[in-house]
T-cell receptor, first 111, second 112 residues
Framework: QKEVEQNSGPLSVPEGAIASLNCTYSDRGSQSFFWYRQYSGKSPELIMSIYSNGDKEDGRFTAQLNKASQYVSLLIRDSQPSDSATYLCAVSSPNNNDMRFGAGTRLTVKP | DAGITQSPRYKITETGRQVTLMCHQTWSHSYMFWYRQDLGHGLRLIYYSAAADITDKGEVPDGYVVSRSKTENFPLTLESATRSQTSVYFC???????????FGNGTRLTVT
């Protein structure tokens, strides 16, 4: 079992819809969770970080964390074609003292 | 300018050659990471460092060597390159383990 798992997709949504991206992790000691966006041929860039259970909102983005279920998600409201990218979930764990990434979910927003 | 710089951006080498990828950051971040990215695998951790002179293996360390004699530099060496090491390599840094990472622009390495 991989330490961080994401649905590989691809995920396609129409413009204006809500895109929902999911991630699960195996290390119960994980404390910090991140979502990165990566455009084709570019390096990953941070969208959201979340450290405690519940929701965290930033503009059109909402990150949700449930440590009991070892689950973190990202919702993108009012999706735009410019949101088309690969979204990477990352988890840091004091047990491993490192930062691991999921395989990424490719999102396409169709005009 | 503050940031994280990788060099070279592109590299073509032959099987069996030694190759070193450079990474330099100007923030004095404690943590530095090397990842490789291949289709279908996302970012896989090769090696990381929590501070100068402290390095540790990640998920896929075989065939790679790292060093960190100075906080700002974290070079990655392929001792004897193989075709399976053809990939895009990203260096990243973070102030603390629970801090977001800053990524370099990546090095696209092709081993022929």
């Amino acid at each position: 079992q991989k330490e961080v798992e994401q649905n590989s997709g691809p995920l396609s949504v129409p413009e204006g819809a809500i895109a929902s991206l999911n991630c699960t992790y195996s290390d119960r000691g994980s404390q910090s969770f991140f979502w990165y966006r990566q455009y084709s041929g570019k390096s990953p860039e941070l969208i959201m970080s979340i450290y405690s259970n519940g929701d965290k909102e930033d503009g059109r983005f909402t990150a949700q964390l449930n440590k009991a279920s070892q689950y973190v998600s990202l919702l993108i409201r009012d999706s735009q074609p410019s949101d088309s990218a690969t979204y990477l979930c990352a988890v840091s764990s004091p047990n491993n003292n490192d930062m691991r990434f999921g395989a990424g979910t490719r999102l396409t927003v169709k005009p | 300018d503050a940031g994280i710089t990788q060099s070279p951006r592109y590299k073509i080498t032959e099987t069996g050659r030694q190759v070193t990828l450079m990474c330099h950051q100007t923030w004095s971040h404690s943590y530095m990471f090397w990842y490789r990215q291949d289709l279908g695998h996302g970012l896989r951790l090769i090696y990381y460092s929590a501070a100068a002179d402290i390095t540790d293996k990640g998920e896929v360390p075989d065939g790679y060597v790292v060093s960190r004699s100075k906080t700002e530099n974290f070079p990655l060496t392929l001792e004897s390159a193989t075709r399976s090491q053809t990939s895009v390599y990203f260096c990243a840094s973070g102030a603390l383990l629970n801090s977001p990472l800053h990524f370099g622009n990546g090095t696209r390495l092709t081993v022929t």
